[in-house]
Structures are given as C-alpha cells and as structure tokens.
C-alpha cells in the first residue's frame, strides 16, 4: 500500500541493450509523470550549485578509468559540505545525485533509469525496483539496429557499457548489479516483449498501489 505521500517512484536498472530506456519513457508516458536518467544531473547541478559540465564530464570521463574497478565508495546518505578538499569527488557528485532523488518523491512521482535509483530509494515505501535484461545476441541486435553499426562494434558497445554499469554500481552500493534480491521484478525484455514488459510493471504497481495509468483513466 502507499504510504500517505501518494507519490511512488521506479526505479530501473539495466543491461545495454535491453530496452531499458524505452521502456522506462513509455512508464513515464502512460503515468504523466517525469523521467530521470541524464535529466537528473542539471537538477543535482541546481541543489549543489556544481556546474552540470562538471556531473557530465565525470560521468563520461568514469567510464574511461578504472576507478569504479578499484575501489568502493558506499552511498550513505552524506553529501560533502563545499569547503572540503573533496566536495568535486566523483562520491559526492553521486550524493546530490541521490540527494535530489530522495527529495523528488517527496514532491512527485517518477521513473529513474540507471543512477543505481533502486539502492538509493531502497528504504522508501513507494517505490518498484525492476531489472531488465535479455540474451546477449538479442542485445547485441537490437544496438546494431538502433545505432547502424556492424556486429564487432555493438559487441564491443555492449561489453563495455555493461561493465562501466556494473562498477559503478558496485562502487557506490556495494552490491552486485545483477543480483535479484536488489530488485521487486527481474525481467527478460526478449521473451516477454518490451511492450508487455511495460504492461506487466504497471499492473505489479497496480496490484500494490492501487495506482492506475493516466492511458487507462481516461478509457
């Protein structure tokens, strides 16, 4: 049941290639709610007063390193006060990024995509965590066909946004990416469809919240 906010949020996380993306616009969509994914870093820019090129230069420039591979940095719910040598790291640049999160459901309601969402509203009431996965050829065609690009370079895509997901995701939550007890649904984009994978995500929130999409109010 929903707590007395009425808002909820879901969080998705996922393979590349999956359909992740387009699955999380059409839950915005139908809801009439937000969308988050790079969205979110002018809204943590806004709250921290840190220039946006700074939150996308370190989201570009992390995937080149290995930084995420190296260590962890467990989000704990602080930010960095602006006087510490650190408060441009990229864990704080992360922290308002959560920040923002935990403060949007507290204003509305909304789909976040990636940004490790499922671990940072984990202990609010409100909110479905899904992953999304599918067979790796699978995956790899469907990039080939969206990016126009020959099979060596969508593996090679895929390879390495996926590992780039899973060290972040590891670096800041401690966790394994791919672990289903993180996650209310685990789903197989390929054998269900991306459109039925929206269907069945609405009618699991639905079924717990009692929250119908704005499509079918209006049928």
Not at 179 to 193: S, V
Request: proline fraction near 3%; aromatic fraction near 12%; hydrophobic fraction near 35%.
């Amino acid at each position: 049941m929903m707590d007395d906010s009425n808002y909820f949020a879901v969080a998705i996380t996922r393979t590349c290639g999956s359909g992740g993306s387009l699955i999380g616009k059409e839950l915005a969509m139908d809801y009439g709610i937000d969308l988050y994914d790079r969205k979110l870093l002018r809204l943590a820019s806004e709250d921290s007063g840190i220039n946006e090129r700074i939150f996308a230069e370190a989201d570009e420039n992390t995937r080149k390193t290995f930084l995420y591979r190296a260590s962890k940095r467990v989000y704990n719910g602080e930010v960095i006060p602006p006087e510490s040598g650190n408060f441009l790291s990229d864990q704080n640049l992360f922290n308002y990024q959560a920040k923002v999160l935990k403060e949007l459901l507290i204003q509305e309601s909304y789909v976040c995509i990636g940004r490790a969402a499922d671990f940072i509203l984990k202990d609010e009431p409100n909110v479905v965590s899904v992953f999304l996965d599918a067979p790796y050829e699978f995956r790899i065609n469907r990039e080939m066909e969206r990016q126009g690009i020959k099979k060596p370079q969508a593996e090679k895509y895929v390879d390495q946004l996926d590992t780039y997901r899973n060290s972040y995701y590891m670096y800041h939550t401690g966790r394994q990416w791919k672990n289903p007890l993180n996650y209310d649904l685990c789903l197989n984009t390929e054998r269900l469809g991306l459109k039925q994978c929206v269907e069945l995500i609405e009618e699991y929130i639905r079924l717990r919240f009692g929250v119908i999409t704005e499509k079918k109010v209006k049928l």
